[in-house]
């Protein structure tokens, strides 16, 4: 049997902390479990991992699907390593498990909160690296006809932290487990703000040292300072509008992107209207990363969602440009958007 609870307090299941209550939550442990749940798949329900990406506004939710597929194990070629992960392992552990074995390429992408089945729905990425660059399988469950899938890296349509996952197969079922696949031939990924300080010869502890007292340094840690890592999306925009925008603020950082279209840097555009390190009542703005909301000591969600608003108000004034929210906004109906045009326009 499949184990599940009645009216639960998913207060320790996102990161935010925040104190919702869900009518019930279900943790399939395997796929005759997941068969078992589309017997009578609940409505609205919403696929929660580690709750790191991820915002309730309402005192309730839909109910909860925590898929709880484990373990890790290694397979090797003559090039290659192919890690194959179960979506409820931690990713950081993850991370670590392959930096003891010295088996490089997820350093970089050490630290970053919540499960390895939320990975490549929003293509986690940091420091030059993202998981479209390592994975070469998703093994998802359809719910419709109940079977699994492998989709390879092109079937997954990663973008800039996106994926098929959140678009066309959002709500449609659940990716149980991944296939990594690391080069023996590993070079260090070293371009980044942070990283060009250390040598070439680097090792896989190295950076991964080096990544973890960054991130330590910059980004609040959610136990002690409840929050979700970036809210928002860095904007990306045309040339034109870059050209302006550069034209007023000419030390703007900007990343040029493949499609020539060019990325900002959301946490500068923050600081710039003045909202590094404000405060409003028990929610805020880290002072140390101006794209990190986060939650002083509120029990609820709206406040964060409201501060949100007013980030997305002052921006979009002073700079012309939507911040995009990163973070999932879930209310009792299930997902949501966040748009502040869309209050205004009702209210
Ligand atoms: N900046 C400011 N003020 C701030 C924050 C940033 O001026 O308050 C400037 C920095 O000086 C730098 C630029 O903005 O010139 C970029 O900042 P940073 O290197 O800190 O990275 P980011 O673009 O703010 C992204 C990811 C992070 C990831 C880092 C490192 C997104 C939305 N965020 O942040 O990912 O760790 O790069 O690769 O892409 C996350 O997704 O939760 C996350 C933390």
């Not at 409201?306 to 299930?334: C, P, T």
Request: overall charge neutral.
């Amino acid at each position: 049997m499949m184990k599940s609870y009645q009216n639960y307090s998913l207060k320790n299941h996102n990161t935010f902390a925040v104190d919702a209550s869900c009518p019930f939550i279900y943790y399939p442990s395997s796929e005759s479990e997941l068969r078992e749940l589309c017997q009578g798949l609940p409505s609205p329900f919403y696929v929660l991992g580690e709750g790191s990406n991820t915002l309730f506004v309402d005192d309730n939710t839909p109910s909860i699907i925590q898929p709880q597929m484990k373990g890790i194990s290694v397979r090797e070629t003559t090039t290659c390593f192919f890690i194959d992960v179960g979506c409820a392992e931690n990713w950081h552990h993850l991370v670590s498990f392959c930096v003891q074995r010295g088996i490089g390429g997820l350093e970089n992408l050490a630290l970053i909160p919540g499960s390895v089945g939320a990975a490549p729905v929003q293509n986690i990425g940091a420091y030059g690296v993202e998981l479209a660059d390592r994975l070469t399988k998703v093994r998802w469950f359809d719910f419709a006809n109940q079977t699994m899938h492998d989709f390879d890296r092109d079937q997954c349509q990663f973008g800039y932290r996106d994926s098929i996952f959140k678009n066309k197969l959002l709500g449609k079922g659940v990716i149980t487990g991944l296939t990594l696949s690391l080069a023996k031939n590993w070079h260090p990924t070293l371009g980044y703000s942070g990283l060009e300080s250390l040598a070439e010869n680097s090792s896989v502890a190295e950076i991964y040292q080096q990544v973890v007292a960054i991130r330590k340094a910059k980004l609040p840690d959610p136990k002690l300072l409840p929050n979700s890592g970036s809210f928002f999306k860095n904007p990306v925009v045309n040339m034109e509008q870059y050209q302006h925008l550069c034209a007023m603020f000419g030390d703007m950082p900007a990343y040029p992107q493949s499609t020539g279209q060019i990325k900002l840097a959301a946490g500068w555009l923050i600081e710039k209207v003045g909202l590094k390190g404000f405060r409003l009542g028990d929610v805020g703005i880290h002072s140390l990363q101006a794209l990190v909301l986060v939650n002083y000591s509120g029990t609820k969600g709206q406040p964060i969602a409201d501060l949100a608003y007013l980030v997305q108000k002052q921006v979009e004034k002073k700079f012309g440009v939507f911040l995009e929210a990163e973070v999932r906004i879930i209310s009792q109906f299930g997902m949501t958007e966040l748009d502040y045009r869309k209050i205004r326009e009702n209210s």
